[in-house]
């Protein structure tokens, strides 16, 4: 005769770290595109009026690969009993996508401004 053994399922905690590494991420990737759209929508606004926008994304691709590598940290200690894996996924490549709008901005700006200075 079995024995029926019932096991309790423990549910998947929440993983908050992951859900703020995908804000984050999605902060990094949008605020610039969006700050230059905003340029072209508001009268009287010049296109490096989006400059802002560079230390806001890179500083938010920071924030979430932070948050990615803490979510990621939780997800072992619990012995993956709490979820996020591909929200932290997702959120890496946001805050990648992000730091690479922000360096390419800033190698814009850096280079149209000399290109200021030599002219005069």
């Not at 490096?48 to 560079?54: E, K, N, P, Q, S």
């Not at 992000?98 to 030599?118: D, K």
Request: proline share 4%.
């Amino acid at each position: 005769m079995a024995v029926q053994t019932q096991t309790l399922a423990q549910p998947r905690r929440p993983n908050y770290r992951a859900f703020l590494a995908f804000l984050f991420g999605v902060l990094a990737a949008a605020v610039i595109p969006a700050a230059i759209e905003l340029t072209r929508k508001i009268p009287g606004a010049a296109l490096l009026d989006a400059v802002w926008a560079i230390p806001v994304a890179a500083s938010a691709a920071v924030v979430s690969l932070l948050f990615a590598r803490g979510a990621k940290g939780a997800i072992a200690r619990t012995l993956e009993r709490t979820g996020g894996s591909a929200w932290i996924q997702v959120g890496r490549i946001l805050a990648v996508a992000g730091i690479c709008f922000a360096l390419s901005a800033s190698l814009a700006v850096g280079l149209y401004e000399l290109l200021l200075r030599l002219e005069h």
